[in-house]
């Protein structure tokens, strides 16, 4: 069974930075392109950073200079480091990895 369990969402005021995680079990992020993906109130889920099995990143021009997407294969885990958080970043946060999905976590940026 495939889990995909996101961690480090809060509350952070604009110009700070917060550290998502994405764990996994049941599935290999090396193998597999993970993302990162999220949806503010009333909007579309959109993309925001991803990583191919071969390591290319992927940032949508919104998050390009401030987020960093990473992976740790040895904890089977992947990162979304987000700094410079601006009050649009506010969303849910979710991460997916080829038909699977987590649960999402909530960040909130206060202006």
């Known amino acids: 069974q495939v889990q995909l369990v996101e961690s480090g969402g809060g509350l952070v005021q604009a110009g700070g930075s917060l550290r998502l995680s994405c764990a996994a079990s049941?599935?290999?992020?090396?193998?597999?392109?993970t993302g990162w993906y999220r949806q503010a109130p009333g909007k579309q889920r959109e993309l925001v950073a991803s990583?191919?099995?071969?390591?290319?990143?992927n940032y949508a021009d919104s998050v390009k200079g401030r987020f960093t997407i990473s992976r740790d294969n040895a904890k089977n885990t992947v990162y979304l480091q987000m700094n410079s958080l601006k009050p649009e970043d506010t969303a849910v946060y979710y991460c997916?990895?080829?038909?699977?999905w987590g649960k999402g976590t909530l960040v909130t940026v206060s202006s």
């Open positions: 997916n990895a080829h038909i699977y």
């Open positions: 990583i191919t099995s071969g390591g290319t990143t």
């Open positions: 049941g599935i290999i992020f090396t193998i597999t392109s």
